[in-house]
Nanobody, 123 residues
Framework: QVQLVESGGGLVQAGGSLSLSCAAS????????MGWFRQAPGKGRELVAA???????YYADFMKGRDTISRDNAKYMAYLQMTTLKPEDSAVYYC?????????????????WGQGNQITISS
């Protein structure tokens, strides 16, 4: 089993920045891909960004140019920095980790999930 613990999130004004971090523990060697999904009320979970190993990065179109994902494999940590945030970015953000060797966009491809952190962007 793998446990994911997230930190970061909160309330910021539109145009502001936020950073999220995710710490993995347990059977971390089984993890190939780490990323963040978000879920707004009444909507499904959508992939924001993901990273495979030390490279192989995916950014959702709605966040391109506004976010940076990175990973420290030695510490089993992943990081997501988001800038120029908009009110429509408000959602619960979940760290996810998966065993698949490729980045998959759907939530059901990821075996492990963090507790989720609320991010609210005020206009």
């Amino acid at each position: 089993q793998v446990q994911l613990v997230e930190s970061g999130g909160g309330l910021v004004q539109a145009g502001g920045s936020l950073s999220l971090s995710c710490a993995a523990s347990g059977r971390t060697r089984s993890i190939n891909v780490m990323g963040w999904f978000r879920q707004a009320p009444g909507k499904g979970r959508e992939l924001v960004a993901a990273i495979r190993g030390s490279s192989g990065i995916y950014y959702a179109d709605f966040m391109k140019g506004r976010d940076t994902i990175s990973r420290d494999n030695a510490k089993y940590m992943a990081y997501l920095q988001m800038t120029t945030l908009k009110p429509e970015d408000s959602a619960v953000y979940y760290c996810a980790a998966g065993q698949r060797v490729s980045i998959v966009l759907t939530a059901n491809a990821y075996e492990y999930w963090g507790q989720g952190n609320q991010i609210t962007i005020s206009s």
